[in-house]
C-alpha cells in the first residue's frame, strides 16, 4: 500500500515535518525530526527512480481525482532523476546543520529553521513532481518563500538585503511564470502540463501562446539566474549560512532548468522552441555570455563564498548552453551537469562553510596556508574545484565531455573550442584557492590548526567522493540523463 | 482612559459578535461565500480590535505569543494530517472519498477539517504578524 503512495508521501512527509517541527520547538528534536523526514524523502526517490527505470513513468492522482480534473504526481525517467538530486542533497546538507547552523543562527531561531528547511525541501521536491502547472508555482512559492528566510538567517546583516533582493527578483520570476500559465489556460482550456502539451497543437492563434512562451522563459530564467537574470544569485549564496549557501545552489537553480525543460520540450515542444522562434541562438548566446563574463569576475573576487556563487552563475551557463543545443548529446549535457554541478558546488559550499566557521569569514586573506591549518578541507576544495574545471576523473569532465561531443556533433567546432578554453579561467580560479592555501605561509587571519567538526566534515567529504565516483562510474548519472533527454525530445508533439 | 469609554464599550459589545461572525463564515463555507481563510481573518480582526483598544499587553495576556505559533504550525499539521488520513484508510493523499462510507459524506468531512486548519493557521499568521509589526514598534518606543 504504501509503496504506492510514495509519489505523495516524498513530498508530504517533508512537508508535514515543517509544522511538527514547529509545535515540538526543542532544537535536537527538531534537527532529528528534519533530518529523518529528508532521508525519508531520499529513500523514497531512490524507490521511485527504480520503479521508473524498470515499468515507466507513474502517475498519482491527488485527492483520487482523475487528472487532467484532479492535479496529478507525475514521475518519469527526468524527473525521478532531479527527486534524486534533491533529496540527496537535502539528506547530505541537514546533519551538516546541526553544527554549522547552530554556530550562525540564534539558538532560539534554530527550530524555525529545521522547518524552513523542510518546507524548501518540501516544495523543490513538489515542483520537480507535479504534473500540473499551477500546482508547480504553489510549489514554486513554498520553495522561493523557505529560502528567503534561509538566505536572510545568515550572521552578516548583509544577508537580509540579500534576501530582499531575491525576493523582489524571486517574485517577480514566480508572476511571469504564473502570468504565462494563464495564458496557457486560456488557450488550451488546461492546467495538466500532458494535457496542455496534447492539446496546444491544436490551438489556430500563435500569438497567446508565444507571449505564454516568453513570459514563462523570462520568469524560469529568473529563477535559475540565467544572465543577465542572475544579479540575486552572488549575494545571495555569499551572506546565506553555509548549509544554506550549498543546498540552495546544489538544488534551487536545477530545478529551474528542470522547469524550463519540461515546459519547452513537454509543453510549447520542439518545432515551436526550435523552428518557430529562434530559442536555441537565444540561449547560446546568453549562456556564452554567463560562463565568460561570470567566470572573468569570479576571478577577481576576494572572498571565496562569492568566487563559486559567480562560478555559479558560469556553470549554469554550461546547463543552458546544453539545452540550446536542442539535441539527444547537449540535453544529456545539460542534465549530466545539472547533477554533477549540484553534487560539486553543494561540496564546495559545505567545505568553505567549515573554513568561514573557523576563520570567520571566507576571504583570501583567512585562507593563506590554509593546508596546514584545515589539510581534509584544503585537499577537499582542491579536489571539488578539479570537478568544477572538469578534470578527466571528475564529475565536471563527464558533464563537458558530452557537452564537447554535442558540439562536435552539430559541426560547431568553435562551441567545443569555446567549452575547453572557458575551463582555462575556471582553471584560473581555483588556482588561486591553490596557491593561497598551498603556497603562501599562513598569515594573521589564518585560523589556528584543526578541523571543522566531523559532523560537518563527514557530508562535504561524503559530496567530495561523489564528485569521483560519478566521475569514473557514469552508469546512474549518464543512463539517467540519457533517458531523460529521449524523453524530452520524444515526448514532444 | 476615560476618553475612550465609547470605544471601550463599543468593542466589548462588538467583539462577542465578530467571533461569532467568524464562525458564521466558517461553517457557512460549506454553503455558499466563506470558508476558513475568510474565518481566520475575521476572528484575528477581533483579536487585533481588542489590542488596539485595550493594547498590545492585554491582548498578549488573552492570547499569548506561544499559542500563536502553536496555532500556525498546527492548522498546517491538521490539513497535512487528513491529507494522511486518507491514505491511512485506503486512499489517496488528500483522497476524502475514503473518510466515510457514504463518499458524499466523507467529501463533506474531509473539507470541514482541512478549513479549520486553514482557518487556525491563518488566524495564527494574522496575529503573529500584527504582534511582530506592533511589538516593533512599542519596543521603539520604550528605547527612545
Not at chain 1, 515542483?127 to 499551477?134: E, L, P, R, S
Not at chain 2, 496575529?127 to 527612545?144: S, T, V
Amino acid at each position: 500500500m504504501i509503496a504506492g503512495q510514495l509519489p505523495a508521501l516524498v513530498v508530504v512527509v517533508p512537508l508535514a515535518a515543517a509544522p511538527l517541527v514547529v509545535l515540538v520547538r526543542r532544537p535536537v528534536a527538531a534537527f532529528a525530526i528534519a533530518t529523518a523526514a529528508c532521508a525519508f524523502s531520499f529513500f523514497a526517490a531512490l524507490l521511485l527512480a527504480a520503479e521508473v527505470a524498470g515499468a515507466g513513468p507513474i502517475s498519482y492522482a491527488l485527492g483520487s481525482w482523475p487528472p487532467p480534473w484532479g492535479i496529478e504526481y507525475r514521475v518519469d525517467a527526468f524527473n525521478a532523476f532531479v527527486l534524486v538530486l534533491v533529496s540527496g542533497a537535502a539528506t547530505v546538507v541537514a546533519p551538516y546543520g546541526w553544527r554549522a547552523v547552530a554556530a550562525e543562527v540564534r539558538r532560539d531561531q534554530l527550530y524555525l529553521y529545521h522547518a524552513t528547511f523542510c518546507l524548501c525541501v518540501a516544495g523543490l521536491l513538489g515542483m520537480a513532481i507535479t504534473g500540473d502547472a499551477f500546482n508547480l508555482f504553489v510549489f514554486m512559492e513554498i520553495a522561493s518563500l523557505a529560502s528567503y528566510i534561509l538566505i536572510a538567517l545568515g550572521r552578516d546583516r548583509r544577508a537580509l538585503l540579500a534576501a530582499y533582493q531575491y525576493l523582489i527578483l524571486g517574485t517577480i520570476g514566480a508572476t511571469f511564470y504564473v502570468i504565462g500559465v494563464g495564458l496557457l489556460y486560456l488557450v488550451t482550456g488546461t492546467l495538466n502540463i500532458a494535457d496542455m502539451a496534447a492539446r496546444l497543437p491544436a490551438v489556430p492563434d500563435l500569438r497567446p501562446v508565444l507571449a505564454a512562451l516568453a513570459f514563462v522563459t523570462v520568469g524560469v530564467s529568473l529563477k535559475l539566474a540565467l544572465f543577465p537574470l542572475h544579479f540575486w544569485l552572488p549575494n545571495a549564496y555569499a551572506y546565506a549560512p553555509s548549509a544554506v549557501s550549498a543546498f540552495l545552489s546544489a538544488t534551487a537553480t536545477k530545478v529551474s532548468v528542470y522547469v524550463l525543460l519540461r515546459f519547452y520540450f513537454g509543453v510549447f515542444g520542439l518545432p515551436l522552441v526550435v523552428e518557430t522562434l529562434p530559442m536555441p541562438q537565444i540561449l547560446l548566446a546568453l549562456s556564452i555570455v554567463a560562463i565568460v563574463s561570470a567566470s572573468l569576475v569570479a576571478l577577481w573576487q576576494t572572498d571565496l563564498k562569492r568566487l563559486f556563487a559567480y562560478s555559479s552563475v558560469a556553470q549554469i551557463g554550461y546547463i543552458t548552453l546544453g539545452i540550446g543545443m536542442a539535441s539527444r548529446e547537449g540535453l544529456t549535457a545539460a542534465v549530466v551537469h545539472l547533477f554533477n554541478h549540484g553534487v560539486t558546488k553543494g561540496a564546495l559550499f559545505l567545505l568553505v562553510g567549515g573554513v568561514a566557521l573557523r576563520a570567520g569569514g571566507a576571504g583570501f586573506a583567512s585562507l593563506r596556508g590554509l593546508a596546514r591549518a584545515m589539510p581534509l578541507t584544503a585537499l577537499g576544495i582542491t579536489l571539488a574545484g578539479l570537478s568544477l574545471i572538469g578534470v578527466p576523473g571528475t564529475a565536471g569532465f563527464v558533464s563537458k565531455w558530452y557537452l564537447v561531443i554535442g558540439a562536435i556533433e552539430a559541426g560547431r567546432w568553435w562551441l567545443a573550442a569555446l567549452v575547453v578554453a572557458t575551463s582555462l579561467i575556471a582553471v584560473g580560479y581555483v588556482w588561486r584557492f591553490v596557491e593561497a592555501a598551498y603556497l603562501a605561509e599562513p598569515g594573521p587571519a589564518t585560523p589556528a590548526r584543526g578541523e571543522a567538526s566531523p559532523v560537518m566534515l563527514a557530508p562535504a567529504w561524503l559530496l567530495v567522493a561523489a564528485c569521483l565516483w560519478f566521475g569514473f562510474d557514469t552508469s546512474f548519472t549518464v543512463t539517467s540523463a540519457r533517458r531523460a533527454a529521449a524523453l524530452l525530445l520524444g515526448g514532444a508533439p | 482612559m476615560t476618553r475612550l469609554l465609547v470605544l471601550r464599550i463599543v468593542a466589548k459589545i462588538l467583539i462577542p459578535f465578530m467571533l461569532m461572525f467568524a464562525l458564521y463564515v466558517q461553517f457557512h463555507g460549506d454553503f455558499g461565500p466563506g470558508g476558513g481563510f475568510q474565518a481566520g481573518v475575521i476572528g484575528a480582526a477581533a483579536i487585533v480590535f481588542y489590542a488596539l483598544i485595550f493594547g498590545l499587553p492585554a491582548a498578549r495576556r488573552m492570547v499569548p505569543e506561544p499559542v500563536v505559533e502553536t496555532m500556525v504550525a498546527l492548522g498546517v499539521f491538521l490539513y497535512a494530517g487528513v491529507g494522511l488520513l486518507g491514505v491511512a484508510l485506503g486512499g489517496n493523499y488528500l483522497d476524502y472519498f475514503v473518510l466515510a462510507a457514504d463518499p458524499v459524506a466523507g467529501q463533506h468531512r474531509g473539507i470541514f477539517w482541512v478549513e479549520a486548519g486553514v482557518a487556525i493557521t491563518v488566524s495564527g499568521v494574522m496575529l503573529k504578524i500584527f504582534y511582530m509589526f506592533a511589538g516593533r514598534r512599542r519596543d521603539l518606543e520604550e528605547g527612545r
